[in-house]
């Protein structure tokens, strides 16, 4: 059984974590404020880390979304926040000595929802209404999505994972 923490990182990171038989626990945690320099995100991820050490030597591996090219994102004081929480992230995966993984936002989508290339809004509430179809229940989409990527970590790792049979519900 391999235990796994998702990340969806941003200002706001969703985050899921635990093993492959087991039901996730997931959340959000608020990296900065509106106006919050990139230290200041960074120095509140580093925290976020280090409260989560007790879980994270349970960890066989972190997963996080990939950060789209700068181009993509929507500023690109954006695109440095995620690829610093990117390089962070597996910089201290490193140090933890675990496995840290990349997925891409097309990938996730297309294993969870199948469909990898929808509108933001679209995909935000076609992956909430499934976590919701499983028995999850996250307190945002930073969460949903944080799901969606543990479940695509899970079937990576334990190609007999299956979401239908690990929430025990029909989909």
């Known amino acids: 059984m391999?235990?796994?923490?998702?990340?969806?990182?941003?200002?706001?990171?969703?985050f899921a974590y635990g093993a492959t038989a087991r039901q996730p626990v997931s959340g959000s945690v608020q990296l900065g404020k509106p106006g919050?320099?990139?230290?200041?995100?960074?120095?509140?991820?580093?925290?976020f880390l280090h409260g989560?050490?007790?879980?994270?030597?349970?960890?066989?591996?972190i997963t996080f979304e990939a950060?789209?090219?700068?181009?993509?994102?929507?500023?690109?004081?954006?695109a440095r926040i995620l690829y610093g929480l990117s390089w962070q992230l597996e910089q201290y995966?490193?140090?933890m000595g675990i496995k840290c993984f990349?997925?891409?936002v097309?990938?996730?989508?297309?294993?969870?929802?199948?469909?990898?290339?929808?509108k933001s809004d679209d995909a935000e509430y076609a992956i909430s209404r499934k976590c919701k179809m499983l028995g999850w229940s996250p307190c945002d989409h930073n969460a949903a999505d944080?799901?969606?990527l543990w479940s695509y970590q899970a079937a990576i790792i334990d190609p007999r994972f299956e979401l239908k049979r690990h929430a025990g519900v029909k989909l």
Do not use: W, Y
């Open 146 to 148: 944080a799901l969606a």
């Open 52 to 61: 989560q050490v007790d879980m994270l030597r349970q960890v066989d591996v």
């Open 67 to 78: 950060p789209l090219p700068p181009q993509a994102q929507s500023a690109m004081a954006s």
């Open 93 to 95: 995966a490193h140090a």
């Open 36 to 47: 919050a320099s990139h230290g200041q995100i960074a120095s509140n991820f580093k925290a």
């Open 102 to 104: 990349e997925a891409t």
């Open 106 to 118: 097309q990938e996730i989508r297309q294993f969870f929802i199948g469909h990898g290339r929808l």
């Open 2 to 14: 391999t235990c796994i923490l998702a990340l969806d990182l941003g200002k706001r990171t969703g």
